[in-house]
């Protein structure tokens, strides 16, 4: 657009400049009277040249337009890539500072737990399959990592347990899996047993059976993991009690718990190892 309003600009300029000059030859001819072909030139170009000076205004105007555009145009791309850049150093930020918070965390709790070795994992992706609930994280063998060690966040709040492993990766297996069952225990010590279901497994929740009837708990009541068998660490967060049922049976309860661990959201776990047996 712009090389075509130069070449435009150009020619009208010619063609004024070549008005000009016959005016002035006719004058210089005449001895600097009036003649004829003065009167006649000076009658077409005086609209010409206003005419002429007008457009070449109008052009110089969209010409400056043209060339501003442009301008602001890079201008304001500069100003996206800026930011892009801050809400780059924004998030890099919240995620260091949430990384921070999850080691303070870890340090809390390792003050809490004895006769554990614990070690942090980063969850790498999830199992695509629609039947079980696990995710691949990036520590294995080569960390002493074994098959059956617990894994939980920093808060204590248990995620599942490790169902494979590899040099340098291991599988999770979940606590809404349908095939995990880990010991648990109500806040009164009562034991109840924490099981994966395939129904819950949808709705990201797990079940307790064979609840005693007169142990039967309050919705939100806390359920904690007991400890017993020495395979997972006693008082771990399972998750809190959501509906209450009765068993087919027609002589116990069941409960719908909600996990503590935002399975969905998990970024960075723990392997919890060498937990030494309850008596």
Do not use: C
């Not at 072909?37 to 010409?48: C, F, L």
């Not at 969209?62 to 201008?75: G, K, P, T």
């Not at 939100?220 to 020495?230: K, R």
């Not at 409960?255 to 935002?262: I, K, L, M, Q, S």
């Amino acid at each position: 657009m712009k090389k075509f309003l130069q070449t435009r600009g150009a020619v009208i300029g010619a063609v004024a400049l070549v008005m000009i000059l016959i005016a002035l030859l006719s004058w210089s001819l005449a001895g600097g009277r009036v003649s004829f072909v003065q009167n006649a030139v000076h009658t077409v170009v005086r609209p010409i040249e206003t005419g002429i000076r007008s457009a070449v205004g109008t052009l110089e105007q969209i010409y400056n337009y043209m060339h501003n555009f442009d301008q602001l145009q890079a201008e304001h791309r500069a100003l996206l890539e800026r930011v892009a850049d801050y809400e780059r150093m924004a998030r890099e930020a919240a995620e260091i500072q949430e990384e921070n918070a999850r080691l303070r965390e870890l340090l809390n709790l390792v003050d809490n737990i004895y006769h554990e070795r614990i070690i942090d994992a980063h969850v790498l992706t999830w199992d695509a399959s629609n039947w079980t609930s696990a995710f691949t994280i990036d520590r294995g063998s080569n960390f002493g990592i074994e098959v059956g060690d617990p894994v939980m966040t920093e808060r204590r709040e248990l995620v599942g347990v490790v169902r494979s492993v590899g040099h340098n990766w291991a599988t999770v297996q979940t606590i809404i899996d349908p095939g995990i069952s880990i010991g648990g225990q109500l806040g009164t010590g009562v034991p109840v047993v924490a099981e994966g279901n395939f129904a819950l497994m949808q709705d990201w929740m797990l079940r307790l059976s064979h609840i005693p009837t007169g142990e039967v708990p309050l919705l939100n009541d806390a359920i904690t993991t007991s400890g017993l068998g020495g395979v997972i660490p006693s008082g771990l967060l399972i998750g809190r009690v959501d509906r209450i049922g009765l068993e087919d049976t027609g002589v116990s309860y069941y409960a719908v718990v909600r996990p503590a661990a935002e399975l969905s959201r998990l970024v960075q776990v723990f392997i919890v190892q060498n937990v030494a047996e309850e008596e």
